[in-house]
């Protein structure tokens, strides 16, 4: 197991994307990740429609296909659910767990997103662990606090050699899909502090992405900071050139 820092760079389409369209995109960023330094990983998260042409289209590629939730059973009678192995069957590398969106619109609590993160590692699944305050948290003073239960509730359900395996993502709530980025020292902050409680659990290698309104132009910036290793990329991950630019920023 690597336990260098990894700079990594992942993108989430969300609900978009038709199969015209999701090719062009897909061949347009394969191509362009060859001016991406090899040293930066590249990943995709696709709705589950959309897995298999993704699976396919970047198969051998430098390019990750993932997902963007998981169920946190393994199978059986779970009407809509979509199971690791069957992500893992389709070429997947990444899963999304306990994204704002799932929390907020989906009621999902941390424990559930911890089973999520279990079930994909069990699967061969690297799951990004995304924790992150909505604004009424910071106003309140409670980053750190939100934060640190939502990334300790899923350490506490994993060994040692699980925890080596995932990804964390910090994306401040008021900062997704809104233009409004966290600044660089704002983010940095966050970082250092679920860096510590990484490495409390002796996994200081751990990559820890920010996302939230992550674009060209502040992507240098924020990828610059000590504790940011790359980012959880939204809408601009729809356009080749504003994600291929995030994703050379990642170096
Ligand atoms: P955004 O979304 O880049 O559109 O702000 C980020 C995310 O929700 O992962």
Redesign the pocket.
Same mark, same amino acid.
């Given at each position: 197991m690597s336990t260098e820092r990894v700079k990594r760079v992942v993108g989430?389409w969300k609900m978009h994307g038709r199969l015209d369209g999701n090719r062009t995109l897909l061949n347009e960023v394969l191509a362009g990740a060859k001016d991406v330094p090899a040293a930066v990983e590249i990943g995709v998260c696709v709705p589950f429609p959309y897995l298999a042409q993704a699976g396919e289209l970047l198969a051998g590629g430098r390019v990750a296909a993932g997902s963007q939730d998981v169920s946190a059973h393994e199978q059986g009678a779970y009407t809509g659910e979509v199971a690791a192995a069957m992500i893992a069957e389709f070429g997947a590398k990444y899963v999304l767990v306990g994204?704002s969106e799932r929390r907020t619109y989906h009621g999902e609590s941390s424990d559930l997103v911890a089973v999520k993160a279990q079930r994909a590692l069990a699967a061969g699944l690297t799951p990004i662990v995304c924790v992150g305050e909505t604004l009424a948290e910071r106003e309140a003073e409670a980053t750190e606090q939100v934060v640190g239960t939502q990334l300790d509730a899923v350490l506490a359900v994993l060994s040692a050699d699980e925890a080596a395996r995932i990804v964390v993502a910090y994306?401040p709530v008021w *900062?997704?899909?809104t233009g409004k980025s966290a600044t660089s020292e704002q983010a940095q902050q966050v970082h250092a502090f679920l860096r510590a409680r990484l490495v409390a659990k002796d996994v200081g290698h751990v990559s820890v992405l920010y996302?939230?309104?992550?674009k060209p132009e502040n992507a240098a910036e924020l990828f610059g900071q000590m504790d940011i290793d790359g980012g959880?990329?939204?809408? *601009?991950s729809l356009k080749s050139n504003d994600f291929l630019a995030i994703c050379r920023a990642a170096q």
């Open positions: 989430n994204h994306e *900062a997704i899909g996302g939230g309104s992550v959880l990329i939204g809408g *601009a």
